[in-house]
């Protein structure tokens, strides 16, 4: 596959993970009674919105230029490609705390779908020699690793107090 079509399978991959994780996130808004957790829930379905405009722009310069656009606006952290997220294995939570499905439940999927969004832009970094394109996934990677903490933060917390962060 050429580097082209490489680009344009890990950026259409992406935009279906935020798609989804978009729609995921708006209806645990709906879903969610606590105001802390629903605050949580709509930040991170704004931040969707913000990855999904950035993979479009990017569809669009490959097709127009053939080529990643760094876009001027992003820091682009420092990030170990190494690094592996690891969401709680939910059966020994429930066994653990007994709840009933909910709240857990949406945080435990929601830890799963960041999780496949980094190792996704992990892997399209380190597979592009394009600079742009490396620093746009490591963005990426940077932005999902921190919803993935966010994210465990407020698991642990429900797990352990019953509460929200």
Same mark, same amino acid.
């Given at each position: 596959?050429? @580097?082209?079509?490489?680009?344009?399978?890990?950026?259409?991959?992406?935009?279906?993970?935020?798609?989804?994780?978009?729609?995921?996130?708006?209806?645990?808004?709906?879903?969610?009674?606590? %105001?802390?957790?629903?605050?949580?829930?709509?930040?991170?379905?704004?931040?969707?919105?913000?990855?999904?405009?950035?993979?479009?722009?990017?569809?669009?310069?490959?097709?127009?230029?053939?080529?990643?656009?760094?876009?001027?606006?992003?820091?682009?952290?420092?990030? @170990?490609?190494?690094?592996?997220?690891?969401?709680? %294995?939910?059966?020994?939570?429930?066994?653990?705390?007994?709840?009933?499905?909910? %709240?857990?439940?949406?945080?435990?999927?929601?830890? @799963?779908?960041?999780?496949?969004?980094?190792?996704?832009?992990?892997?399209?970094?380190? %597979?592009? @020699?394009?600079?742009?394109?490396?620093?746009?996934?490591?963005?990426?990677?940077?932005?999902?690793?921190?919803?993935?903490?966010?994210?465990?933060?407020?698991?642990?917390?429900?797990?352990?107090?019953?509460?929200?962060?």
């Amino acid at each position: 596959m050429t @580097d082209k079509g490489k680009a344009y399978t890990a950026l259409s991959r992406a935009l279906k993970l935020e798609q989804d994780g978009l729609r995921f996130y708006l209806r645990a808004v709906r879903q969610t009674a606590d %105001e802390k957790g629903r605050a949580m829930f709509k930040s991170l379905a704004d931040d969707e919105r913000m990855h999904l405009d950035m993979i479009k722009r990017q569809l669009h310069a490959l097709g127009a230029e053939g080529s990643y656009v760094l876009l001027p606006d992003i820091d682009v952290p420092d990030i @170990d490609l190494e690094e592996k997220l690891f969401p709680p %294995e939910r059966e020994q939570v429930e066994a653990k705390i007994g709840m009933e499905p909910g %709240e857990l439940d949406a945080l435990h999927l929601a830890l @799963d779908n960041e999780n496949k969004s980094y190792a996704l832009y992990v892997a399209a970094a380190q %597979e592009t @020699d394009d600079e742009a394109g490396k620093q746009i996934y490591l963005w990426l990677a940077d932005a999902e690793r921190t919803h993935f903490n966010l994210l465990m933060s407020n698991y642990t917390s429900l797990v352990s107090t019953g509460g929200w962060v």
